[in-house]
């Protein structure tokens, strides 16, 4: 409990599961909620339009964000345009290029210089980091998703990359960026010590916040029990 207090980076969750989002909207740890297309397709979400207007009022308050899905730059525009105006609370996912990598920043400055607070996602490298904190209103707030746990997937680390994230983005300061795609709850302190200043988490994750420095013996005792009670439960004889 005294390292989950002593966390400064805010811990966000990702999901798409209605009695999730709401119960996640109730934890007192959860500063914010994000979604995408994919996990609200595999949440059986079949009315984008619906679904999220029907959280929006049940999360009235935290900060929710939500995905533009057309592939085409102007279309980009009118969705989030429409999003925006479901909720204050509401940040704009766009995704850092299209389908064809056509680099969606002039799209990204003409939303924020317009007052939207978006949500810039799928970014992988420091280049687009830099690209976007350029384009950015320095006077609305932002979200820079540098999805680190995708980064890990690939054998590199992402904690230089994310420090380095931090660095370019301190340029902007309404911009925050977001620790995305997060593989254990390893990282959340390692986002917390290099300054981020949000992380993602699905429900997995943030279920297993209450074992932040739990005792090391007493996990070894708690497996080699749920061991022995499994055997116990197969019935397995030798």
Not at 97 to 126: C, D, F, R, W
């Amino acid at each position: 409990m005294q390292l989950l207090n002593n966390l400064k980076v805010k811990i966000f969750a990702d999901g798409a599961d209605r009695n999730s989002m709401l119960a996640m909207n109730e934890h007192s740890l959860i500063q914010g909620l994000t979604t995408n297309p994919s996990l609200m397709r595999k949440a059986g979400v079949v009315d984008y339009r619906a679904f999220c207007q029907d959280i929006l009022t049940h999360i009235t308050s935290k900060p929710l964000s939500f995905e533009v899905f057309s592939d085409d730059l102007k279309d980009m525009e009118r969705q989030a345009h429409e999003i925006a105006s479901w909720g204050d609370n509401v940040y704009v996912k766009i995704p850092v290029m299209n389908t064809q990598q056509q680099p969606t920043y002039e799209l990204i400055n003409k939303l924020s210089s317009h007052g939207i607070k978006v949500n810039v996602t799928a970014i992988m490298t420091l280049a687009q980091v830099d690209e976007v904190v350029a384009v950015l209103n320095q006077d609305v707030a932002s979200y820079i998703s540098v999805f680190a746990g995708r980064i890990a997937d690939t054998g590199r680390d992402p904690v230089p990359v994310m420090a380095a994230a931090v660095a370019m983005a301190a340029r902007n300061p309404k911009a925050e960026v977001i620790w995305a795609s997060p593989r254990e709850l390893l990282n959340v302190l390692q986002a917390d010590q290099i300054g981020c200043q949000i992380i993602t988490a699905t429900p997995e994750i943030i279920a297993k916040l209450n074992m932040l420095g739990y005792d090391l013996n007493q996990y070894s005792l708690d497996t080699v029990k749920m061991f022995y009670q499994d055997a116990e439960a197969a019935a397995f004889v030798l």
